[in-house]
């Protein structure tokens, strides 16, 4: 049986940006409902019940979040919407702040509602200009109809949002570098604990969510919790630590296939069904060589592990560090993966904020060591070093402060391990690239 | 009461609140550190520290940490169990050290901190001998002129933030950023806006590695040339603890000595870069006696005798016209024993306090955007009064003339021809105010019969005067002072007064014809039973840090410690 999407159901409508279209397909009456009917404490029960994991990357349990916030704080409790989407290959929540502003608009309110949020801010990256100015309209839009603002449809509870706009760095998409970015400081991630829940932004409580996890919680309150947990995984009772992986995903495809873009599916769809059912196969009709299977710092995949399920366990059994963002990057068998290490080494060496010892100089000496082995100066040893410095930065082993470094790592040892063979004919044969690297795209 | 285990060994750390790297350094294990510094915010960014850590349950298990955490920002409570030299953590403090020395230049040989660096002295004690990298090392331009006192050798830099912390948290005036991000992150200043503040140059003593120089210090010395003692800044009444460095007679530099009593972790330029006269060639350097023929260099011996002449003699025709101005900066013990030599002459003789350079007004760190002084408890203040032992000669004259008679007497009775002979005591520094005798009142000082003047430099009171000593400067005598808050802190004597010349308290000695030499522990400990409003000099011993008022004093100073930050 064919998903029917939920989340991008309204992304290809001619007046999906609208309060007005929003509204005719039954937008706000859910807030509306809970508004009155539910107890904020009701929303987060709901939400921790129907097991919504954040959408951001690590996977975290988003009701299990929520309640981390302090018992009885007078507040103010701040809710900062993550749309800092800086991961390669990823535009889940571009798309979905683009093509459906109001309901992103809607998850915000009923999560603010239910942790008793009263400011919102939507920290949105720099290059995402059109989603800015849509969700500004959104955001216009909704103050006009008294959907924001103070006593919000009649009723005591009051919230305002702020769009806050980037400078484009992708470390302020860690979400205490947004933090300090949003306070007007250098993104540099802050030491942990405290957590944001406990003191965030302006030393306040926050709860840091991505756009996608807050439009989830849209459906979860208007279809209800068995019909979220009806898509998607069951945990694997093999694994106690195992929280499940329920509710619809937007995947990302992009790379060397036929036809890239965004897919909503339940969570759990292989690579091989996301490649050749939606993305139209490799493009060429050359073969796969392999894929990064959810944004750049989650790994690499080779041909051969792509039937492992998309959720949030299954790219951890093939060595990977998780399902990230759900974007699936392809490369096909002509690439070479001393290029594409040569560029994700390139991306983290140009993007980590330079705070934490390790990975400032660990992307960089990663880098310098790619940028050599592309010019045919390659050693064998190189490739020790290689795993042995990304084994070793990042918060995983204990050596940085935030999770940059891991990203940082797990593609070039993935890499190193899972294509040593290619390697090593690289440095065997003495060839140097041919192919130019692509200019760093500059702002 | 509570017990941290470092490596095995208990401690107990009583209820203070410290991390893993303070609770180690209570055991006298070193947890190697650099973004860490006591007066600075954590941000544990260095990941230098690296230690693992792990909890002691009552029933005599332990559990540890499944990861190595920074010791600077993980708080230690009863029980806590680190574990500084593990295979893990020696792991990655190796690691650390390697990515550090990736780009550092290894310039050593023209470093000037090659010798107290703590990379050095990290990559011998937990580094590897050998690097790994076959790649370029980045080479960054250095920026000369970062301020007026400050040279930023750009690629030694490790990146520990502590300058820039250090900008924003103790001088508050925020002049340094890093620029850049990655390992292309750099120490900047915005341009026109250099590093200049009243407190610049402590930044290189927190930059752990050779990055800021001082421009005073540059490429002077090696340090391992240095001697270097303990001894207290004479600039104002905040007594900053320092330490002096100086090399075959030479002073070469100053650097803040942490002491929470005293100052805290830093000090000021102007006291730290105001030492160059103490250098000069222009000193004096031999006693001299003025007769008929005008000057005459004489021996110290001579010197002595005429003075002791010329005020036994009209000391005993007019014992109301025998003064002696004492200086705020004058050791405890030195006015102690001139005030004991004048009065020896009989009880109508006068002591008098010299004047006391005041400046403006307390100045205190941190400062706001708009350069005034921050709410809230000061960090640092460089105080108005620019002379380091007021209160502790003021006690002296105190016990001698029961109150303190000011500078104004003696020019009042200067004025009325009263002063018929005046000892002139020395220790005013040359500050480039003006010289501390009054110049409309050196005519006047004709009348007096005689006149002994002790100064560092020649100047127109000393050409007044009959007999001339040379005086020694702090940095050569060893004291007592007592700061604004009446701590008394020892300082000692880096190297010898200039040629003929003796220490002002050894020409007091030596008029009072005690024999041997200037002991200022023994005469702590005299002062201490003469005077019971300095009973804090009792032992003779004041410790490193210096005592309170009504602290009871140590029975012994201790060794010096070798300094972990």
Not at chain 2, 124 to 140: L, Q, V, Y
Request: net charge neutral; proline share 7%.
């Amino acid at each position: 049986m064919a998903y029917e999407p939920v989340l991008l159901a309204r992304a290809n409508k001619a007046d999906s940006t609208s309060l007005e279209g929003y509204r005719l397909d039954g937008g706000y009456e859910t807030f509306a409902r809970v508004l009155k009917d539910m107890t904020g404490q009701q929303v987060t029960d709901a939400v921790k019940s129907a097991g919504l994991r954040g959408r951001g990357g690590a996977g975290f349990p988003c009701g299990l979040k929520w309640t981390f916030l302090p018992k009885g704080h007078p507040g103010p409790i701040y809710l900062c919407v993550n749309v800092d989407e800086s991961e390669p290959c990823t535009f889940n929540n571009r798309v979905l702040v683009e093509k459906d502003p109001h309901q992103v608009l809607e998850g915000i309110l009923l999560s603010s509602y239910a942790f008793k949020a009263t400011t919102a801010y939507f920290y949105i990256r720099y290059e995402y200009g059109a989603g800015m100015r849509i969700m500004q309209k959104a955001i216009d839009e909704a103050y006009a109809a008294g959907l924001l603002g103070k006593n919000i449809l009649g009723s005591e509870y009051s919230l305002d949002v702020f769009i806050h706009r980037g400078a484009g760095a992708y470390i302020c998409g860690e979400e205490t570098g947004l933090i300090e970015s949003l306070e007007g400081k250098r993104a540099w991630p802050r030491i942990k604990p405290p957590f944001p829940a406990i003191e965030g932004v302006f030393r306040k409580p926050t709860i840091v969510n991505n756009p996608e996890t807050l439009a989830n919680v849209v459906h979860i309150l208007r279809k209800g919790v068995d019909w979220f947990k009806s898509i998607g995984v069951p945990p694997d009772p093999k694994n106690p630590r195992d929280a499940g992986s329920y509710g619809p995903k937007l995947y990302c495809i992009s790379g060397h296939v036929n036809t890239p873009g965004l897919v909503e599916l339940p969570l759990g769809v292989t690579i091989r069904t996301l490649i050749n059912e939606h993305g139209g196969g490799v493009w060429k009709g050359k073969k796969a060589k392999g894929c990064i299977p959810g944004g750049i710092s989650m790994g690499l995949m080779t041909e051969a592990e792509f039937d492992t399920p998309l959720d949030f366990n299954g790219p951890c059994r093939v060595g990977c560090l998780g399902l990230g963002t759900g974007a699936v990057t392809v490369f096909d068998e002509d690439t070479s993966i001393v290029d594409v290490l040569h560029n994700l080494c390139r991306f983290f060496q140009h993007e980590s904020c330079g705070q934490c010892t390790p990975c400032r100089e660990g992307t960089g000496w990663m880098f310098k060591i790619m940028d050599r082995f592309r010019k045919g100066q390659g050693r064998r040893e190189d490739l020790t070093v290689l795993e042995e410095v990304a084994d070793k930065i990042g918060i995983m082993p204990g050596t940085t402060i935030c999770g940059l470094a891991d990203g940082a790592g797990w593609p070039v040892k993935n890499a190193v391990r899972k294509f040593r063979a290619e390697f090593e004919k690289y440095i065997q044969d003495g060839s140097a690239s041919r192919s130019k690297p692509l200019p760093m795209a500059a702002h | 009461m509570a017990t941290v285990y470092v490596n095995d060994q208990p401690v107990d750390i009583g209820n203070e609140k410290l991390n893993c790297v303070q609770a180690a350094e209570k055991a006298g294990v070193l947890i190697p550190h650099y973004c860490y510094h006591p007066a600075l915010s954590v941000v544990a960014s260095c990941r230098m520290c690296l230690v693992e850590v792990g909890e002691k349950k009552p029933d005599g298990t332990i559990s540890m940490m499944p990861k190595v955490v920074p010791g600077c920002q993980t708080p230690v409570k009863d029980g806590t169990v680190i574990v500084t030299r593990s295979d893990k953590a020696k792991d990655a403090q190796e690691r650390t050290l390697e990515s550090l020395l990736l780009n550092h230049p290894l310039d050593c040989p023209v470093c000037d901190k090659a010798g107290e660096c703590t990379l050095q002295d990290y990559s011998f004690g937990f580094g590897k001998a050998e690097s790994r990298m076959h790649d370029e090392k980045k080479t960054p331009p250095n920026k000369p002129d970062l301020g007026p006192n400050i040279d930023l050798f750009t690629d030694r830099c490790i990146m520990c933030s502590r300058c820039v912390r250090f900008t924003r948290e103790i001088s508050g005036t925020s002049e340094l950023y890093i620029t850049h991000r990655g390992d292309h992150s750099e120490i900047a200043v915005f341009p026109g806006d250099p590093l200049d503040n009243k407190l610049s140059t402590n930044v290189v003593d927190l930059c752990p590695v050779g990055a800021l120089a001082s421009k005073d210090f540059l490429y002077k010395q090696r340090v391992w040339n240095l001697k270097t003692v303990d001894s207290v800044c004479p600039g104002c009444s905040t007594g900053c603890s320092i330490h002096i460095d100086g090399n075959k007679g030479v002073i070469h530099r100053l650097r803040p000595r942490a002491n929470p009593k005293a100052q805290g972790h830093f000090m000021c330029d102007e006291g730290r870069l105001g030492y160059h006269y103490a250098n000069s060639a222009d000193r004096l350097r031999e006693p001299s006696i003025r007769g008929p023929h005008g000057w005459t260099p004489v021996g110290y011996r001579e010197a002595v005798q005429t003075a002791q002449q010329g005020f036994n003699e009209h000391s005993l025709r007019s014992i109301t016209g025998v003064w002696a101005v004492l200086s705020p900066f004058m050791t405890v013990e030195e006015a102690y024993l001139l005030a004991l030599w004048i009065r020896d002459f009989g009880k109508e003789a006068r002591l008098v306090l010299g004047p006391v350079p005041r400046e403006g007004e307390d100045d205190h760190y941190p400062k706001d955007c708009r350069g005034n002084a921050a709410p809230g408890v000061p960090k640092f203040t460089i105080r108005a009064e620019k002379c380091p032992n007021r209160i502790g000669v003021e006690a002296i004259l105190k016990h001698f003339t029961g109150t303190v008679i000011g500078f104004d007497a003696f020019l009042t009775a200067l004025g009325k021809g009263h002063v018929k002979s005046a000892f002139l005591a020395g220790g005013y520094l040359p500050t480039g105010r003006g010289h501390w005798f009054p110049a409309e009142a050196v005519p006047l000082l004709e009348q007096v019969n005689m006149l002994v003047v002790q100064e560092i430099f020649t100047s127109a009171l000393s050409q007044k005067a009959h007999v001339v000593f040379p005086s020694a400067t702090w940095a050569e005598k060893e004291g007592t002072f007592l700061n604004h808050q009446g701590l008394a802190q020892e300082i000692h004597w880096n190297s010898a007064p200039p040629g003929e010349s003796r220490t002002d308290g050894q020409v007091y000695l030596d008029l009072l014809g005690r024999t041997g030499l200037m002991r200022a522990h023994q005469l702590r400990r005299e002062i201490a039973q003469v005077i019971p409003s300095l009973s804090q000099l009792s032992t003779g011993h004041l410790g490193t840090e210096g005592v309170l008022p009504g602290e009871a004093p140590p029975v012994q100073s201790p060794k010096r410690k070798i300094p972990v930050s």
